[in-house]
């Protein structure tokens, strides 16, 4: 899903669905999150019924990942910048992320974690390792008051490894990305895609 009205390169995000979930669905949420100012790209897993889909592993993430950008930068090339990618998961999309994250750091010095991650944040030795490998700022986004209860204090563990961390969304929202969560994502946008240090 490309911005409107691009006239300059546009970051990428790559959005990974949770299960029993589908592509479109992830991108509409991410691209309406993102105040439509960039590219979205998000793979499909497996089929769990007629419509939904879900990962087999992380090792199948990271397949869809490499093919979706592919696919993103062979349709609008020119118009995707070359800036670092931004990793956005939802749910499983963010519970097996972390074999993705920490191989990719540096190609994904931003992470969003929504929904999902939970042990991944909590992680003292992921932290260190994606910030040691190029990682650099990680996005809790919350629709559940236990969400955000787990998000405080992994923003704590985050920050200590050096990363920027912060914690964004509605906790009327519950466990998807609604217009609620949407409205959360856009107020934080700029923050989330702020220059690094």
């Known amino acids: ?72 930068r062979a349709r609008f090339g020119r118009y995707i910048d070359d800036e670092p990618l931004i990793y956005a998961g939802f749910s499983q999309g963010a519970t097996l992320a972390e074999p993705v994250l920490r191989k990719h750091a540096a190609r994904f010095p931003i992470a969003i974690l929504a929904e999902g991650g939970y042990q991944t944040a909590r992680s003292p030795d992921f932290a260190a390792a994606y910030r040691a490998a190029g990682g650099r700022r990680v996005v809790l986004v919350c629709g559940t008051d236990s969400c955000f209860r787990s998000a405080a204090g992994s923003k704590k563990v985050l920050e200590r490894a050096g990363l920027e961390a912060q914690v964004v969304g509605d906790a009327k929202a519950g466990h998807n990305l609604n217009q609620e969560m949407q409205h959360a994502l856009q107020a934080a946008w700029p923050q989330i895609v702020a220059p690094l240090r």
């Open 1 to 72: 899903m490309p911005p409107l009205g691009i006239t300059s390169p546009a970051r990428l995000v790559v959005g990974v669905h949770g299960a029993g979930d589908r592509s479109d669905w992830a991108c509409g949420g991410w691209r309406l999150g993102s105040q439509v100012s960039v590219f979205v790209t998000c793979p499909q897993g497996s089929k769990m019924s007629a419509t939904t889909f879900g990962w087999s592993a992380s090792a199948a993430i990271e397949a869809g990942v490499n093919h979706a950008i592919e696919v993103a």
